[in-house]
C-alpha cells in the first residue's frame, strides 16, 4: 500500500507542474515527497 501512495505522490507531483498549480501546493507535495525520500526523475531538453 505503502508504494501505491509514493507512486500517487509522484504522479501528482508531476502532474501539479503541468498544470502549473499553485506554488504552495507544489511546496506541499515536494516536502512530503522529501519526506518519504523519493526523487524527481526530470526529462531534460537538449
Not at 14 to 23: D, G, T
Request: net charge negative; no cysteine; hydrophobic share 40%.
Amino acid at each position: 500500500m505503502r508504494e501505491q501512495t509514493d507512486q500517487f505522490i509522484l504522479e501528482a507531483y508531476k502532474k501539479a507542474i503541468e498544470l502549473n498549480l499553485e506554488s504552495d501546493f507544489l511546496l506541499l507535495l515536494k516536502e512530503e515527497l522529501e519526506r518519504r525520500n523519493l526523487t524527481i526523475e526530470e526529462k531534460k531538453v537538449s
